[in-house]
């Protein structure tokens, strides 16, 4: 036997009848339970040809969630059903329906039952019972306590998962992706392509993310292939200008990231063939996320 608690209702038994048009009531019934639902009452619905039942879900519903009297609230609910029926069908439909009431010390049962006018009757009756106190709201103990154990469980399933997943990368990545760059003390640094280039910036782009480099031709900066032999001469004998002058050849730099405690990064390759044909380029360079970018390296 279930227990009696106070401030509760159940709702047992049924309603049920014969549609004489079933294409107009059944809808009008799928309607009225959904309508009912919502004001906390629990019907389910069969239908078995040009028959129907509404059996009421026999769970104890809190009081409160239904804002006024359950045996009224009850009343109107099921004299809006009759409504779905045509007049001279009403006394032909059936109900069953009961509801048991809990207050402290007694049930209020109240049995509901179609009178001859087509409208619902309720019969009430009160008697003893021995009833059960609802059990009371939680305090900030038992509060705290659940939060506790969700912290401790959350705590052993990141310490668990760390294992397999890199957390403090991820953010890393996450903090860079979001953190504009710090482009006004961001350095760039391009030894041995004094001869050939001359490079201004960085500057903000407008891709998210990244830096702007402008890259300006310089007077001997080789424009053909036809141009290696002289511009080998004025390279000297520095390895450094020798190589960079090969870069400027081959149309291709490479770009190394550093962050501020010289620590390499990452790196990539960019074309600066385009500066055969014109004066400037505009290079955009896409940061890398791993770590945050203090000196740029441009080498050969």
Do not use: H
């Not at 309508?35 to 509404?54: C, H, M, P, Q, Y």
């Not at 009297?69 to 032909?92: S, W």
């Not at 659940?146 to 705590?155: I, P, R, T, Y």
């Not at 190394?256 to 004066?279: Q, T, V």
């Amino acid at each position: 036997m279930s227990a009696k608690i106070e401030g509760t209702v159940i709702l047992d038994g049924l309603v049920e009848g014969r549609m004489a048009d079933i294409a107009a009531i059944e809808p009008r019934l799928r309607e009225w339970r959904a309508f009912v639902e919502k004001a906390g009452l629990r019907f389910s619905l069969e239908i078995d040809g040009n028959s129907f039942s509404l059996l009421a879900e026999n769970e104890a519903v809190p009081i409160a969630k239904l804002s006024g009297n359950p045996a009224r609230i009850v009343t109107d609910a099921l004299n809006e059903l009759l409504k779905v029926f045509p007049v001279a069908d009403r006394g032909g439909v059936f109900s069953t329906v009961r509801s048991v009431e809990y207050r402290k010390g007694e049930e209020v049962q109240t049995l509901y039952s179609v009178a001859r006018d087509g409208t619902i009757r309720a019969n009430e009756r009160i008697v003893e019972a021995q009833t059960t106190p609802p059990a009371p709201p939680p305090g900030w103990r038992d509060k705290a306590v659940v939060v506790l154990v969700g912290l401790a469980a959350a705590v052993l399933v990141l310490w668990i998962s760390s294992f397999f997943i890199d957390y403090r990368g991820s953010w890393r990545r996450f903090y860079n992706s979001v953190r504009p760059p710090a482009v006004a003390t961001m350095k760039v640094e391009a030894a041995g392509f004094e001869k050939w280039l001359a490079v201004e910036g960085p500057k903000a782009s407008q891709i998210p993310g990244a830096v702007t480099l402008r890259l300006k031709r310089l007077a001997d900066f080789p424009r053909a292939d036809a141009d290696a032999d002289n511009a080998l001469r004025r390279a000297g004998d520095t390895v450094i200008s020798r190589m960079a002058l090969e870069a400027c050849l081959r149309g291709r730099i490479s770009v190394w990231y550093y962050d501020k405690d010289n620590g390499l990064i990452s790196f990539s390759e960019k074309s600066i063939a385009p500066l055969r044909g014109k004066e400037v380029l505009d290079l955009e360079l896409p940061l890398p996320t791993e770590g945050r970018v203090a000196r740029i390296v441009i080498t050969s």
